[in-house]
């Protein structure tokens, strides 16, 4: 469709036709949905998640305390009067300085009209005055426990989030220009996103389509970096990366991702792979490829996924190279696994590990971050319900759950794009991956979340036994790395430190800027950002970050520097397959390419 017939308005006929496809479309959803939700019995409220308790108990605080009510309605008074001369001003074509200002980084309202015209400018600040006074009005309820403050706040949050005028029709001048410019096309399109949005959750949930899928395939412009899968067991695959250099570190580099993810994240482009990096400064890389899980894994244990997992992989190296050592690098989930090995070997008097360098993982969970709010006795046992029913937690409602940490930008500002304004999303490889869920087998599960999240026992010499074995990082001398980033919000920097200092070997912890995801995968290249160095550990992560030296660019050379005198020197470069271990098949492999099913 051309420029200028988008911006012609459909005739009657084909406007009548249109409507009757989305009312057949939306006839034919619904009927789905009620098939498979209707048992005839009246709906019944589950507060699963204890958001009703936990506002129950607060507006009870709240009420005892009359006068910060008081409090509150004057500072909410004071800021609308300032907002209100402020908007005569501007009508009277005078200067006036804005009463709020949105947040640094938040990018509702980067449209002009929210700046320049008068009336859309008194809407966006009206919305952040109130919002800022529920938020602190609710934020400042004395005599809470932690965890009901905590929910408290992530709730209110998700409420002012969802109340934004950007996510309305009628309140968003981005939206309406279009719908004026389009003939309400944009408004029509919307409606046919949001059908094949339902649709692609097979009528049971609304799964809201963040990039152009088609854009994108693991094997042919994400995750190709040549290599061979060497060996595989019911839970893993083991790739093997193909040399780009003559000479190889005599010991291998074994990375183990999160399972809650796929491992491609560190091998996304050219440009931007963490492993394409590591071949090329000469190690030779080892990935462990997870299997995504169904039914018949639902009795796979924590104990399986460490067995199988880094164990089984440390043995197929050696087969593999002859080496029986090797460097290792855990990432998130997969570096919580990484700690525990390490605790294992240890106890077994094993130092086939060499070194263990740690991504933005959590191994002392008693600051757990943001994820804290999903994660008490009610909803874990509610999880485990629904997991014993089906064998597995489904990946969407995991992808959901990250989504609403952030749910501006990875909800709402989709809702507003597909929706609203009727557009395709945009192809990004990154929110392709993040899309890419994988499921998590019911009993691993279960014993990673009271565990680790609700009893915080990995931190407790003897706290787990695996396969036996109690775990003791206290006592593995192991030389560990550790970068985490300034912004995580998934593992918290100051959380991740806490685990740094569990080890009783020689550790260094680096701090690198931005988040979760851009503050690891941050290739030097880039030239973006910065990290936080600090030759030894101080007792407190405040006092380890103000004597921390700030270093420019990327985390990743502090890294190479780090491992070089690790790698045992030089020997030739090794091909897949050219050990005692044949290649089954090219890299990416198979298990990688497993996608969920829809609903």
Same mark, same amino acid.
């Given at each position: ?9 459909? =005739? #009657? $006929?084909?406007? &009548?036709? *249109?409507?009757?496809?989305?009312? +057949?479309?939306? /006839? ?5 949905? @009620? ?29 005892? =305390? #009359? $006068?910060?009510? &008081?409090? *509150?309605?004057?500072?909410?008074? +004071?800021?609308? /009067? ?5 908007? @005569? ?511």
């Amino acid at each position: 469709m051309t420029e200028s017939q988008s911006n012609q308005a459909y =005739d #009657p $006929a084909e406007l &009548a036709k *249109a409507y009757a496809e989305i009312a +057949q479309r939306s /006839s034919e959803i619904v009927s789905r949905y @009620l098939a498979t939700h209707s048992n005839g019995a009246a709906p019944v409220f589950n507060d699963e998640l204890g958001i009703a308790k936990a506002f129950y108990d607060m507006m009870g605080k709240l009420f005892a =305390d #009359p $006068a910060k009510i &008081a409090e *509150a309605q004057m500072k909410l008074w +004071q800021d609308y /009067s300032a907002l209100w001369q402020n908007s @005569l001003l501007r009508m009277w074509g005078l200067e006036a300085k804005p009463v709020i200002e949105p947040a640094k980084g938040d990018r509702r309202f980067k449209h002009d009209d929210w700046q320049q015209n008068f009336l859309f400018d008194y809407i966006k600040q009206s919305y952040l005055i109130t919002a800022r006074n529920l938020h602190d009005m609710v934020g400042s309820v004395k005599g809470l426990d932690d965890t009901t403050a905590k929910k408290v706040d992530f709730y209110t949050r998700q409420y002012i989030d969802a109340l934004s005028p950007t996510n309305y029709l009628a309140t968003n001048p981005e939206v309406l220009r279009e719908t004026v410019n389009s003939g309400g096309k944009n408004l029509l399109n919307g409606l046919n996103n949001l059908l094949d949005d339902l649709e692609s959750g097979d009528g049971k949930q609304l799964r809201v389509k963040m990039t152009d899928a088609t854009a994108f395939e693991v094997g042919r412009n994400l995750a190709t970096t040549p290599g061979k899968v060497v060996f595989q067991n019911e839970l893993m695959q083991l790739i093997q990366y193909s040399p780009s250099t003559t000479e190889v570190w005599r010991r291998p580099l074994l990375i183990i991702p999160p399972w809650i993810n796929k491992f491609y994240i560190l091998d996304m482009r050219e440009n931007n792979s963490f492993v394409r990096w590591a071949v090329g400064e000469g190690h030779t890389v080892f990935m462990i490829s997870w299997v995504n899980p169904d039914t018949a894994h639902a009795a796979c244990t924590f104990d399986d996924y460490l067995q199988a997992g880094p164990l089984a992989a440390i043995d197929a190296i050696e087969q593999a190279t002859g080496e029986k050592s090797v460097n290792a690098i855990g990432f998130c989930l997969g570096g919580t696994l990484l700690a525990a090995t390490l605790g294992y070997l240890t106890a077994k008097g094993d130092k086939r590990i060499a070194s263990a360098t740690f991504f933005a993982t959590m191994i002392d969970f008693s600051e757990p971050g943001e994820l804290e709010v999903f994660i008490d006795e009610q909803q874990v046992a509610n999880l485990e319900k629904k997991m014993q029913e089906r064998g597995y937690l489904e990946g969407a409602e995991m992808a959901n759950t990250f989504n609403l940490l952030r749910a501006n930008d990875l909800i709402w500002s989709f809702v507003v794009n597909n929706y609203l304004l009727g557009k395709a999303p945009f192809p990004f490889d990154l929110l392709y991956w993040n899309s890419d869920s994988t499921r998590m087998p019911a009993a691993m599960h279960s014993f990673y979340l009271r565990n680790m999240y609700l009893r915080n026992l990995l931190r407790v010499p003897g706290g787990i036994t695996l396969d036996g074995v109690p775990i003791d990082l206290t006592k593995v001398k192991t030389p560990t790395y550790f970068i985490s980033t300034l912004e995580d919000h998934i593992a918290p920097w100051k959380s991740t430190y806490a685990g740094a200092q569990l080890f009783a070997g020689e550790t260094r912890f680096v701090l690198g800027g931005s988040g979760h995801i851009a503050g690891i995968i941050n290739p030097p290249a880039a030239k973006k950002y910065c990290y936080w160095t600090r030759d030894a550990l101080a007792d407190a992560p405040q006092a380890w970050f103000e004597s921390a030296n700030q270093q420019p660019g990327s985390w990743w050379t502090d890294w190479a520097q780090w491992a070089e005198p690790k790698g045992k020197g030089k020997v030739p470069a090794r091909e897949p397959g050219s050990g005692k271990l044949p290649a089954i098949e090219a890299a990416p492999g198979a298990y990688v390419k497993v996608k969920l099913a829809a609903g």
